[in-house]
Nanobody, 122 residues
Framework: QVQLVESGGGLVQAGDSLRLSCAAT???????MGWFRQAPGKERDFVGA????????IYADSVKGRFTISRAIAKNTMYLQINGLKPEDTAVYYC????????????????WGQGIQVTVSS
């Protein structure tokens, strides 16, 4: 059974950096793990994803250059490093998992964390 727990969110100022964590319990390493976010009043959007076994990553165009996904295999944890935070990054951030290859469409992900709030003040 897959379990995902996000941590590391909070209130930050524009320009700050933040690292979100997703502690994962996976039945095997052939999983894709994604980060998504939902801003107030908007739909949940794809941020990026990581193939756990290979460490391959993909990103939404809107976050390339500021967001970096990585993993610590020994800790079973995926990270989302966000640099140069902007007020428009304010959202609830979710990690998700699915067996198999990377996908950008949230419909492919069948396990989700509870979400964590990131608020960026200007």
């Amino acid at each position: 059974q897959v379990q995902l727990v996000e941590s590391g969110g909070g209130l930050v100022q524009a320009g700050d950096s933040l690292r979100l964590s997703c502690a994962a319990t996976l039945p095997n390493n052939n999983y894709a793990m994604g980060w998504f976010r939902q801003a107030p009043g908007k739909e949940r959007d794809f941020v990026g994803a990581l193939q756990w076994r290979l460490g391959t990553t993909i990103y939404a165009d809107s976050v390339k250059g500021r967001f970096t996904i990585s993993r610590a295999i020994a800790k079973n944890t995926m990270y989302l490093q966000i640099n140069g935070l902007k007020p428009e990054d304010t959202a609830v951030y979710y990690c998700a998992a699915r067996p198999g290859p990377l996908q950008t469409d949230q419909g492919w992900y069948d396990s989700w964390g509870q979400g964590i709030q990131v608020t960026v003040s200007s």
